[in-house]
């Protein structure tokens, strides 16, 4: 049972169909980790544990993956919190510990500060001591509603309310 104020967020629920290699449940070859909004910390977060299929070195996660996570992680805080669709136009990641497969972590997202053009966001993952294991800051750009339909089609049944508040 989910914590109150914790809100599934899924792609379906806001207009479009994807195949993201991150979040989505039916793409049998990504990793399906399912997001939530934390209302009351004002986080976005996951718990996610990833196989050896994702490893790079050894028994350790494989740091594009690591990249994967976090960028997703940081697209649904824009999103969610800060009610924006936005794509990815610079990030920083620090590798402070090893992610390991097959151990349980989480990943979360906030949002730094915000422009009508920009959202600076803060991801990290951490296992479940609490530990951070690597962290990453992103600037999002902000798409209006015109640059939402040429990326993700003409079709009419787009829902851009998230870009109007």
């Given at each position: 049972m989910l914590a109150v104020g914790k809100i599934r967020l899924h792609n379906d629920d806001?207009?479009?169909?994807?195949?993201?290699?991150?979040?989505?449940?039916?793409?049998?070859?990504?990793?399906?980790?399912?997001?939530?909004?934390?209302?009351?910390?004002?986080?976005?977060?996951?718990?996610?544990?990833?196989?050896?299929?994702?490893?790079?070195?050894?028994?350790?996660?494989?740091?594009?993956?690591?990249?994967?996570?976090?960028?997703e992680a940081m697209a649904w805080a824009c999103i969610a919190i800060g009610r924006q669709w936005a794509v990815t136009s610079e990030t920083s990641t620090k590798f402070h510990r090893a992610i390991y497969v097959d151990k349980p972590h989480v990943v979360e997202a906030e949002i730094r500060e915000q422009t009508d053009s920009e959202i600076v966001t803060i991801g990290r993952i951490l296992?479940?001591?609490?530990?951070?294991?690597?962290?990453?800051?992103?600037?999002?750009?902000?798409?209006?509603?015109?640059?939402?339909?040429?990326?993700?089609?003409?079709?009419?049944?787009?829902?851009?309310?998230?870009t109007l508040d």
């Open positions: 806001l207009g479009y169909e994807t195949n993201c290699f991150v979040c989505e449940q039916n793409n049998d070859a990504g990793l399906r980790i399912p997001f939530f909004h934390d209302e009351e910390r004002n986080l976005v977060t996951a718990d996610f544990t990833l196989s050896d299929e994702f490893s790079g070195a050894p028994t350790m996660l494989h740091g594009g993956v690591t990249l994967a996570v976090l960028d296992n479940l001591k609490g530990v951070v294991r690597a962290e990453a800051t992103a600037t999002f750009t902000a798409l209006g509603e015109a640059q939402l339909k040429r990326a993700v089609g003409e079709s009419g049944d787009i829902d851009t309310s998230m």
